[in-house]
C-alpha cells in the first residue's frame, strides 16, 4: 500500500512540477534558462555539496555511487520545497519579486547486498520572467517624440525523472549511475509596439520542447586514516549530448493602419543540447559527527550549440551556432556536524549545516560574459522522534544567493529550503509470538 501511495505522490509532484516556474530572473530568457540546484535538503544546508559524501539515511542523488550506503532495513522517501525573496537592482532601480517551488521528490532502498536503488523527479531548468522598456525611437531627434515599448515574457522549462543504482563490488569502492527522462518545453516572446500608429510593429516568439534522455555515472573511494577517520574521494560524469529538439521563431509583423499580420516561421534544426560534466569532491568524516568537503564541478557549455536569430542582407535567419555560452565552473566548500546522531538527546542528533559557493554563468549576453555567482547557506537537520519514528529527519536551511555583474542586473535572492526525510523499516521480519 506504501509503495502504491508512494508511486501516487510522485506523479502528482510530476503534474505539478511541470505546470510552474520558480523565478522571475531576466537571466532566464537565455539559453535553456536558469539552471536548478539539483541537490535534496541534507545538501542544500551544505550549500549544495555531496559529490563525497556518503550517507545512510539520505538519498545523495548528486552521485549515484552513495546508493550502495543506504541502511539495510530502510526505505527513505524524501521532498522539497522552497519559497525565495528577489532583489532586482539596474541603475539604482530597485524591485522585488517572491516565488515558491517544487524542489524535488526521490525515493531510495537498499535492493541487495551492496546494492541500493534510487529513483525520483526534480527539475533541471527554470524560465519565468515579464518586463518591459520604452525608449525614443530616435533620441537624438528632439522634435521626435515617437516612443517604441518592447515587452519581454517567458515560461516553462525541462525537468527530469530518474532512475538510479550504486553497487559496492568490494570494500571501500562503489560506483553507480542514474537514467534519466528529460521532459519539457519553453515559450518566450519580444512584442514590439509604438506610440505613431503609422509604424508596423515586428514581434518575436520562441519556442522549444524537449523528450530526451540523461546519464549521470559517479564513483566513490573511501579512503581509512584512522579508527575514527576517513577520507572519500567522489567523481562523477554527465553524458553530454543533442537532445534532437527543433526550436521555433515566429516573426509576426502587423501593419498598423489594416491591421493585418504577416507571419513567418523560422526552425532551428537540432539546436539544442546538453553539455558535458565533470565533478570531482573530497568529504572528510571524523567519528560520524564531524564532515568537512570541497566539490569542483565543470560544465561544457561552451562546445554546444544554441538557436539565434539574425538578419542576413535583410531576410530573417534562425540558426544553429556555436560559441554562444561560457564553460561553468562551481567551486563548494561545506561542513556538517552531528554530536551524536544515534543518541537518545534530541539536541544531540540535530544536524548543524553551513556552506558557501562560488560559480561562473555559462550564458554570453551580447557578447559579453553573465553575472558571477556567490552564495552562502546555513541550515539544520532536525530528528522526528515519536513513538512510530525516530529515524525519520526535517531539513531546513537558508540560502542567499547574489548574482553580481557590472554590466547588467543584479539579483540577491534568499531562499527557504525544507526537506522532509521519511525513513521506514520497511524490510525488516517481525516474530510473532
Known amino acids: 500500500m506504501k509503495k502504491i501511495l508512494t508511486a501516487v505522490l510522485l506523479s502528482a509532484l510530476a503534474s505539478t512540477a511541470s505546470a510552474q516556474s520558480g523565478t522571475n530572473s531576466p537571466y532566464s530568457q537565455y539559453g535553456l534558462g536558469l539552471l536548478s540546484d539539483q541537490t535534496s535538503g541534507f545538501n542544500r544546508g551544505m550549500n549544495g555539496l555531496g559529490l563525497g ?14 546508493y550502495s550506503a543506504i541502511d539495510s532495513l530502510s526505505f527513505i522517501f524524501d521532498v522539497g520545497i522552497s519559497g525565495q525573496v528577489t532583489n532586482f537592482n539596474e541603475n539604482g532601480i530597485k524591485r522585488n519579486a517572491n516565488n515558491a517551488d517544487f524542489e524535488y521528490a526521490v525515493a531510495g532502498f537498499r535492493a541487495a547486498r551492496h546494492l541500493g536503488v534510487a529513483f525520483g523527479i526534480l527539475p533541471f531548468t527554470n524560465v519565468g520572467y515579464n ?21 519581454y515574457s ?3 522549462g525541462f525537468h527530469q525523472v530518474f532512475l538510479g543504482a550504486g553497487w559496492e563490488p568490494f570494500g571501500g569502492f562503489s560506483f553507480g549511475v542514474n537514467l534519466s527522462y528529460l521532459w519539457g518545453s519553453y515559450s518566450r516572446s519580444v512584442v514590439n509596439s509604438y506610440t505613431d500608429s503609422n509604424i508596423n510593429t515586428l514581434s518575436k516568439y520562441y519556442s522549444a520542447s524537449v523528450n530526451n534522455y540523461k546519464l549521470d555515472f559517479g564513483v566513490q573511494q573511501v579512503l581509512p586514516i584512522s579508527k575514527k577517520d576517513k577520507l572519500t574521494i567522489g567523481l562523477s560524469y554527465s553524458l553530454g549530448h ?9 516573426l509576426i509583423t502587423t501593419n498598423s493602419q489594416t491591421y493585418v499580420s504577416d507571419t513567418t516561421a523560422l526552425r532551428a534544426k537540432n539546436a539544442l543540447e546538453l553539455p558535458s560534466t565533470y565533478g570531482a569532491g573530497l568529504a572528510w568524516n571524523h567519528d560520524n559527527k564531524l564532515k568537512v568537503g570541497l566539490d569542483y564541478s565543470l560544465q561544457t557549455w561552451g562546445k554546444t550549440v544554441s538557436p539565434v536569430y539574425s538578419m542576413v542582407n535583410d531576410q530573417p535567419q534562425y540558426t544553429v551556432q556555436k560559441g554562444m555560452y561560457n564553460d561553468r565552473h562551481k567551486f563548494t566548500f561545506g561542513t556538517e556536524w552531528c554530536p551524536d546522531e544515534g543518541g ?24 559579453i560574459d553573465g553575472p558571477k555567482e556567490y552564495s552562502v547557506s546555513a541550515g539544520f537537520g532536525i530528528p522526528i522522534m ?3 519514528n525516530n529515524r525519520s529527519i526535517l531539513n531546513i536551511s537558508g540560502q542567499w544567493v547574489r548574482q553580481d555583474s557590472k554590466a547588467f542586473i543584479k539579483e540577491n ?14 524490510f525488516a521480519k517481525w516474530k510473532m509470538e
Open 344 to 367: 537518545r538527546k534530541f539536541f544531540k542528533r540535530i544536524h548543524y549545516r553551513m556552506g558557501a559557493s562560488y560559480a561562473t554563468q555559462y550564458l554570453k549576453i551580447n557578447g
Open 413 to 426: 535572492t534568499f531562499r527557504i529550503n525544507i526537506g522532509l526525510t521519511f525513513n521506514e523499516r520497511w
Open 53 to 66: 559524501f556518503r550517507e545512510h539515511n539520505q538519498v545523495n542523488f548528486i552521485n549515484p555511487a552513495s
Open 154 to 156: 517567458g515560461s516553462g
Open 386 to 388: 515519536n513513538s512510530f
Open 131 to 151: 518586463y518591459s522598456n520604452t525608449e525614443k525611437l530616435n533620441p537624438s531627434d528632439y522634435t521626435d517624440n515617437t516612443s517604441y515599448v518592447n515587452t
Open 242 to 250: 543533442k537532445l534532437h529538439s527543433n526550436p521555433e521563431c515566429k
